[in-house]
């Protein structure tokens, strides 16, 4: 079969590999319909992941059909239509017990990474039937990839973690896929101001579109200051960081108002300076999360019911054959103004 | 009336000072029956808390008797006996509607800081009704001024805001007597092991005394890994962090399981490093606070019911008069193994 | 001053009454703006209300400016605009401290009801400071007038205590205002599914412009089995009983799915039966609440976004001097099409 | 081997029956070690239960020995010591991902009602990964027994669902092995009172020496008096009832303070009066459960580390060829003043 492999940093290759066997009661062997491309494949291919070892096949995020299951498998039967998450988790564990999916001590975030991924035309699941959703009659099967990784992180990381509600503030800092993930998900409820700040005047217009409330253009170094003038002085009920760099988490330290929340989703590389000299006394909650997708269930229904629209995170299509296209457009963003690319097994 | 004075860093002394006055009608004069010495007020003394000017009679803590009321004042009469909290709250802005009573807009930590307190014969508090609470019929009056602070403090800032429950594991990290209302609270909600960490051998006998499952003296840096030895190599449920320094915050990101909590309860003077780049995806929380004192409530009927005994925290006595000998001896913990002095008024 | 008075009974009378007097030191006199009639003031007519006496000024709703005030108020001064809300807290009491100003010691719904109300041209509210909500800059006042009864009542004792969350299905039995208000502000938690159920097929049509997704006329007796059939068997997580009958409680006994809950929010005369033979191990929750108007600051927060547009639930408009055909107007709903009636006083 | 075997209304034998046999990849086969009787048991005997047919083997609690699994088995092998719980859980479907173990679509509580059950020499456990705990080392296994229902029941039904909490009152009614159970783990949360309702002064004894504050013995139809007279005529923040008939449902109706919680425990066999005419504006919750089994992890952290000793609910021992006798031993717990009984397989 086709399948996208990583052979170190910056190295990447489509080749042909043998098509994966069921190795445990509880796989199954799924075949992809729709894949996508993530933010952490391109950390991979920095060589920032360390668990993931050369020769892997990329990709957490698709949807497929089940070609065949293991003896443990009660969920699903060949030629079930699948949501595939980019969390596996066993059911059993002390952490899956407690909705600690993302700490499964025989899961977590292994597709793509520990194990052999998605970027294929087939791939083997681990935990089938607690790692797999059945495709409910009629959805669009591009808006669930969109299921597999990104909304559920934006959703259980930023917006849970946050507690928005009804009338509070809110801000996110960094409008790429998963901050915009952040924004549609946040509106479920209803919070009275969404501020959405980035250095990219593009993602930004995007992000007016998708129902922030307001923008601010981070260029200047005074985005906290903006942030403060929008709130009265004093601050947002939760402040959403969604890049990554000690910047940013600053910045959520600055804004974040006394009683508020902030709910970390971005992927650190380093340390940040936390400021406890003066937010000691400041009653915050700082929250960290690799995703869970524990709400998987939830945002089908919301993406069933109408209340939730993935698609308008779709930005270029691509086929498997044309994987490499995909990752330059997805990489090159800022220019191709990309947010997720759909890839076409 | 006899009073206690912050004269600038280093410098204090017992002085002669004028009975306070009603000054809006929201006020309560309370003649002081017995008060205490707080680990802040040292703080102050060092010169560290810039809101607190030269001038100002110190004290946060204590019981007394009402002794006049503002025309606004309805839930209390003179001749009422009274605990202060160490909060001042209206009860009317928005801080104090949600419960978050250290921000009241015209209250928070205001006593024996902003305005004067209460180690003198009499003090003028503010929000009378909303900041006192009746003294039960039959209680112990010293017991009841460690339900000024310290029991409040370890209780909401380490205990709820560590979200210790039946069979879990907890360590705190300082057995001051901070760290220690934090032991004694903890047991409330039953968990399985309750791992204390100091430096001083007789507080880590004395954490014994009061319920600590074990304890770790951390001189040797090795705490860490006494503490993982300890949880089966996952670390603890919350880690409740009672010093206020970069090393012991720093040992409480090192010990918490994933999913875990550290509640911050240590008052901090400098920042301090946050390992994002591996926390970010522990799905760990922290959490810090000023006490809020919504809990007094609760702990006056566990102190009633004999589920808290406060008496434990008390070492030492001492009469007003002997006020600079109690600053001394309370200073002087590690020598004098002094945890609360009371002082009669 | 002109006041609507209740004579008992079937009896009520436009009168000439002295102007209200300050009586203690928390109270205001607010001329008032804007009001409304409740359908709680139609109860009182009935003589369903035992502690409304004849001779009482009714109504507990409104927006006015501030006349006077007593030595104790600190938060408004005279010419301040106000939203009055239904329930006076004096915000120390135990009650008022666990936000449970329904059954302040010496407030809860005593507007109209124990102590003379706000269908007149003045109201002595009791405890201003924490029964008043200053008017925002701007606002809409016929909108607020919504927001100090029937919108706090339909999202707390509906919305909150149903539990309603994103993806979740929701019916509500009633279709009057306070259903109708429950259905508004159910929407801000983006629930998959609202059900509306009721008997007239004006206030269905009214529930789907309001954003029901389904309504079922239950005239026939089959509403249960609608509701089903809707929901693939299984229910709704969340029944919201906003008539107050037994038909209309069993009702939601029969169609609340395991682990949902049935949020009573209807004014009962008589007892129900609770099938707990077969609700004893279906793992629901049965709440019961008189509005306690904690959310108000949320909700004003709401309104000034524009998440919330009370302004739908207006059909009718008089001056105090037509309050009588304004009570014949609302009382005939069924012919008038009236949802609520706004008085200008 | 040996089994007691159910055969309609009165009717039950110990038999030989042919050893059970795996029949789907999740089953495992348990030699069983330890088991008990449960109430249920004694209201399938009287016809209570029309899910469990004649010929049904009885029993849903016990400690056994694995001696087979199922090729979807991965979390235990043969010679594994294990807990068996009173509800099979897939750990799959909607309800179980919610925690809703109860309402398994293919489990639920059906060992000893829909399928055979533990009474026996071995015993088939469906979804044994997700319904089996395995024994810690050193555990005393007559007290896990405890684990299989009675005391999860108490604790999730009862205390869990109450909302009992750190100096709050408690009372329960029923002081049968079920209300003791939940005497006992509702001290996890240092209520400041709990107060035991029963009719008979062994029970009432044995209430007294496991923990509660206060007995009443109901019989003179005075108990609600003596409840508010314990109470400053409040009420209590938790009524938990653990009886299952109508007077002691009404009991919790008379004595449930504003803002507290009824929670039902007991079996039902037919309808309640609900007094919404009273308590529609009571701010009260109401709940009913099916254990779901869902904190057996968190219990048997409990009982390792001595916070909760199940021993003092057993009282009398047999073994399984005196299964008959130890029936009539528990059916006859007012003369034999059993608690419950430990059969050794």
Redo the contacts between chains.
């Keep these: 079969m086709k399948a996208l492999v990583y052979h170190g940093p910056g190295q990447k290759a489509l080749e042909t590999r043998p098509k994966p066997q069921i190795e ?3 796989d199954a062997i799924v075949k992809l319909v729709k894949t996508t491309i993530c933010g952490t494949d391109l950390h991979i291919l920095k060589g920032d992941v360390a668990t993931c070892a050369p020769g892997r096949i990329l990709g957490h995020e698709g949807v497929g059909i089940i070609d065949s299951v ?6 699903f039967r060949p030629g079930d239509r699948v949501l595939i998450s980019c969390i596996s988790s ?3 564990c ?2 899956c ?2 909705g ?1 999916y ?2 499964c001590t025989t899961g977590g975030w292994i597709l793509g990474n520990e194990i052999d991924g998605t970027q294929a035309e087939y791939v083997r699941t681990p935990h089938a ?2 790692s797999l959703y059945r495709v409910p009659a009629g959805a669009d099967e591009e808006a669930l990839v969109m299921l597999s990784d990104i909304l559920p992180t934006g959703f259980e990381c930023g917006v849970l973690n946050g507690k928005v ?4 503030t809110v801000a996110i800092v960094g409008a790429g896929p998963i901050g915009l993930a952040a924004l549609l ?1 946040a ?7 969404i501020i959405m700040v980035d250095l990219d005047d593009n993602r930004l217009d995007v992000a007016r579109r998708f129902g922030a ?1 307001h923008t601010i253009n981070s260029a200047d170094g005074k985005a906290a200051e903006a942030v403060k003038a929008l709130t009265g002085g004093i601050g947002v009920d939760t402040a959403i960081e969604a890049v ?1 760099i000690p910047a940013t ?1 600053l910045l959520c330290e600055d804004i974040v108002a ?2 508020g929340v902030i709910a ?1 989703v ?12 003066r ?12 995703v ?1 997708t ?1 709400t998987t ?6 993406v ?2 109408k ?2 629209d993935p698609l308008q995170l779709i930005t270029h299509r691509f086929t498997l054959d044309q994987i490499i296209d995909a990752y330059d457009t997805f990489s090159r963003a800022a220019d191709t103004k990309a947010l997720k690319v759909i890839i076409s097994a």
Tied chains: 1, 2, 3, 4.
Excluded at 279 to 290: D, F, P, Q, Y
């Design positions: 445990a009661p509880g293991g003896a443990g498998v009660t969920a066993c059911g059993k002390d952490y017990r407690r600690l993302s700490h039937d607690t509600e009804p009338g509070s998900t509106q479920f409820y209803a919070p009275a101001e409330t990554g988490f006394p009683g970390n971005g992927v650190h590389g380093v340390k940040v300076d936390l400021h406890l000299e937010l000691w006394a400041h009653n915050i909650t700082i929250t960290t999360r690799l869970d524990v269930p939830m945002l089908l229904k919301t069933q019911s209340k939730l």
